[in-house]
């Protein structure tokens, strides 16, 4: 995982928790920023899976479906 992506999850969890919402918005909230910010090596991963062909909107999609639909 890259740096910025460790930074974006970090980010979203200490918002969450500056603004005294639960430890499930503050996952929410990383989940929904790592879906808007899918790395390549995100991809490579899910391609080494076995997830031949995967699509990056693909991993966005579940991402957010995970998140809440958002």
Same mark, same amino acid.
């Given at each position: 995982m890259s740096d910025?992506?460790? /930074?974006?999850m970090v980010n979203a969890y #200490?918002?969450?928790?500056?603004r005294e919402i639960s430890m499930d918005d503050g996952m929410r +909230?990383?989940?929904l920023w790592l879906?808007?910010?899918v790395s390549d090596?995100?991809?490579e991963a899910a391609?080494? +899976?076995n997830w031949h062909n #995967? /699509?990056?909107?693909a991993i966005s999609a579940a991402l957010r479906a995970a998140g809440g639909g958002e």
């Amino acid at each position: 995982m890259s740096d910025k992506t460790l /930074e974006g999850m970090v980010n979203a969890y #200490v918002i969450g928790f500056a603004r005294e919402i639960s430890m499930d918005d503050g996952m929410r +909230a990383a989940l929904l920023w790592l879906a808007d910010n899918v790395s390549d090596e995100m991809v490579e991963a899910a391609r080494n +899976a076995n997830w031949h062909n #995967v /699509e990056r909107s693909a991993i966005s999609a579940a991402l957010r479906a995970a998140g809440g639909g958002e």
